[in-house]
């Protein structure tokens, strides 16, 4: 299992475009701020709007994020990756690149000694049945083949097609689905014998708890940088949220 000892920052949701450029340079900000004096660095998925497949880095943003998460990858912090619903497609060729290493989803890590699970946080979200089937479609190999078979042009079609459309889906759904199912955590505590959860997604960030089993179990989520942004802080003696 992996383990850390140092300061550790955890970061989601960044949902990185060329229409958000003041989020652009505060990601940047924190690559070559805050985590140059941490040991390691989590990414928990949705660092882009969306991600049509790693043939797409000659972007000038995706040549900017990967050579900033590169220099930082060079420097002394690690840097790990969990893809979230809207960048699955990120795979080794990204990651050799921007020189992070994927982990999957769910993943136990032990942070400061505290068995700790990553997540993205959409597994959690288990009424959320119509996005749930979507989901088994674009994680099936096959689908993915096929999609990353089209030209680029047609897969942006496609990736703005199914965000419209996804947009559309959310509005007829209540804030409880899109939200995690008190069984959905309780089972991610049981399963992995952990007590503290770390995910994004839900766009609820802060500090929840929860009782499983009789033990008070805490479950953190992150903000997404729709807004200012922000990330966790997790050192020996504190968890700390910083939000720009
Ligand atoms: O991300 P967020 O929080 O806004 O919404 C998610 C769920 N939506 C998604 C879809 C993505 O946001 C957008 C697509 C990303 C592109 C990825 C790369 C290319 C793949 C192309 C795939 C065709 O994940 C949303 C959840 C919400 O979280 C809260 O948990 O509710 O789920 C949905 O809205 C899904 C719908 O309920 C059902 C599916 C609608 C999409 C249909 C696609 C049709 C393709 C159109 C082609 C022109
Ligand atoms: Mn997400």
């Known amino acids: 299992m992996l383990s850390f000892h140092h300061a550790s920052l955890l970061v989601s949701d960044v949902h990185l475009c060329e229409e958000r450029p003041a989020q652009v340079d505060a990601f940047m900000g924190l690559l070559n701020g805050p985590a140059r004096?941490?040991?390691?660095?989590?990414?928990?998925?949705?660092?882009?709007?969306?991600?049509?497949?790693?043939?797409?880095?000659?972007?000038?943003?995706?040549?900017?994020?990967?050579?900033?998460?590169?220099?930082?990858?060079?420097?002394?912090?690690?840097?790990?990756?969990?893809?979230?619903?809207?960048?699955?497609?990120?795979?080794?060729?990204?990651?050799?690149?921007?020189?992070?290493?994927?982990?999957?989803?769910?993943c136990k890590v032990e942070i400061q000694g505290v068995?700790?699970?990553?997540?993205?946080?959409?597994?959690?979200?288990?009424?959320?049945?119509?996005?749930?089937?979507?989901?088994?479609?674009?994680?099936?190999?096959?689908?993915?083949?096929q999609f990353l078979a089209q030209d680029l042009a047609v897969r942006h079609h496609i990736a703005q097609g199914a965000t419209a459309e996804s947009g559309k889906a959310k509005q007829a759904k209540s804030e409880e689905i899109m939200d995690v199912t008190e069984t959905a955590v309780a089972e991610v505590f049981k399963q992995f014998g952990v007590n503290r959860l770390i995910h994004g997604h839900t766009h609820r960030p802060g500090h929840h708890q929860h009782s499983v089993n009789g033990v008070m179990r805490d479950r953190w989520v992150l903000p997404d940088w729709y807004g200012p942004g922000g990330y966790l802080r997790v050192t020996p003696s504190i968890i700390e949220e910083i939000r720009f």
């Open 37 to 106: 004096q941490a040991e390691s660095l989590f990414i928990l998925g949705d660092l882009f709007e969306y991600w049509v497949g790693d043939d797409d880095c000659s972007s000038s943003l995706a040549q900017r994020v990967i050579a900033a998460l590169k220099a930082l990858a060079d420097s002394a912090c690690k840097i790990y990756f969990i893809s979230g619903n809207r960048d699955f497609l990120i795979g080794q060729t990204f990651a050799d690149a921007a020189g992070f290493k994927l982990l999957d989803d769910p």
């Open 115 to 145: 068995p700790t699970v990553l997540m993205h946080g959409d597994l959690l979200c288990t009424e959320d049945t119509a996005y749930l089937a979507f989901r088994e479609q674009v994680r099936n190999p096959l689908w993915q083949q």
